[in-house]
């Protein structure tokens, strides 16, 4: 069982930034593809970013591609979305996912419990 806690989620100016971190527990978090996805009031959860465990396989929803990059510290266990020039359509729980997948579209087995986003215009 992988345990995903994430964090950093708030409120902000559209415009403004924000650093979410997901706090993984497994022992070989390094063999983890990780992924961050999201989902507003209404609509369904979509996927914006991953990595692969070799830090490769950077892939990004088109919409987020510019502003958004996913980093990961296997030292640490966590994975970071840095968040720029956030727009209200941001606005969503943001999910970090693991899973054992190497290949593009990546699958994931684990799920953290969200942190919510709130982009204000």
């Known amino acids: 069982q992988v345990q995903l806690v994430e964090s950093g989620g708030g409120l902000v100016q559209a415009g403004g930034s924000l650093r979410l971190s997901c706090a993984a527990s497994a022992r070989t978090f390094s063999s983890y593809t990780m992924g961050w996805f999201r989902q507003a009031p209404g609509k369904e959860r979509e996927f914006v970013a991953s990595?692969?465990?070799?830090?490769?396989?950077?892939y990004y929803v088109d919409s987020v591609k510019g502003r958004f990059t996913i980093s990961r510290d296997n030292a640490k266990n966590t994975v970071y979305l840095q968040m720029n020039s956030l727009k209200p359509e941001d606005t969503a729980v943001y999910y970090c996912?693991?899973?054992?997948?190497?290949?593009?579209?990546?699958?994931?087995?684990?799920w953290g419990q969200g942190t919510q986003v709130t982009v204000s215009s």
């Open positions: 990595v692969r465990w070799s830090a490769d396989g950077l």
């Open positions: 996912a693991a899973g054992l997948s190497s290949k593009w579209p990546f699958k994931y087995d684990y």
